[in-house]
């Protein structure tokens, strides 16, 4: 094993072209001046571990972004939450670049010849680092907060920069193989989609030419509420947060944006497969998923089941866009009130039929994710700690990171 030495962000960002900046005042950038469509506002739920997430971004016009010019974000910035999920953090790329960050955030700047921005990333991705976050943030508080003081005494393990590279391009494999898989699966769900707007939406379903329809509707399809057609089960045990970890054998789903909260070792709550299918419902938040594989439940997610020889993939895609969040409130009696048309049960098996097989392949696609995530996080740790010594490899960058250009790597913003 390899000790590194240890630098400090305050060391590293002690010159004028590095910084660390706060978000804008309120006062700066107000909710009235959001807009429907401009330049992307990143605030504290855009922060994931390493990327931003895309779900309930808000938007400023162009004449907005130019007046808060100090907060626009360049490729190789990390931006951190202020509150709440301080252990967070989004590494700026190409596609987020020109974004500005939100009044709740806090950016870093570096340029050094020391360290290489996606081993950075990297780093504040590891456990250690994170514990140590969460427990620096939240001493002597009820909410965990971060400042310009706590992240300048963050110390940082600084193998070569070569050393850093052949780190970053390790890691960025698993990375690549994980986005490239999600793409598939967002694929297979669009396809899933379209199948379901053509056939339920458009009524261009199989056979449509020999039905009768009144006021475009079929006549023998059935008006009612979803609440005639879902039959609601039990939570069973609630997880929460810490009763969890990274990696396990079962999955506990929660309502956030999130493919999960965490994991455990032990017996499941619920038992779903490919042919018995569960749906769960975020009753704050709406968030509807398909489930196929055993996991457990964190707290204001309702699993259900159809009834009535409904088939479950129609069910799910039938229901999952009737209601969306308004509000923080509970939603699951809006949802079952709503109205639904239900047609005939042989069509609605030709449709389960097809779009299950599509749910079969986003099941392997996930599989694979989560491989692939497991052997990343194991990789993790023991490269940044010098356990796994990567001077005599030759590592060859992946395709995320073809395109940056081979002249001095150490510096941040390329």
Known sequence: MIKWPFITINELIENEEANLQTGPFGTQLKASEYVTRGIPVINVRNIGYGKIRNEKLEFIDEQK?????????KKGDIVFGRKGAVDRHALIDEKTEGWVQGSDCLRLRVKSKQVYNKYLSNYFATSGHKYWMEALCSFGATMSFLNQDIVKRIKVPLPPIENQKKIAATLSTYD?????NKRRIALLEK????IYREWFVRMRFPGHKKVKFYKGLPTDWI???????VDRKPFGKIYREKDLHDDGNIVVVDQSRSDQLGFY???PQHIATSDNPIILFGDHTCKMVLMTKPFSLAENMIPFLPKNKIPP????HLIKDLTNTSEYKRHWTELTNKDVLIPYERLQKRFDAIVKINHKKIEVLNESIVHASRARNMLLGRLISGKLPVDSL?????PSMQNEKDVDHAQLHL
């Open 65 to 73: 972004a130019a007046n808060l010019s100090v907060h626009n974000l």
């Open 176 to 180: 690549d193989l994980i986005e490239n």
């Open 191 to 194: 396809m899933a989609e379209e």
């Open 223 to 229: 008006k009612t509420n979803a609440k005639s057609i």
């Open 265 to 267: 070792d032990g017996d």
């Open 313 to 316: 993939f129609f069910l799910y």
């Open 394 to 398: 030759d590592i060859q960058h992946p």
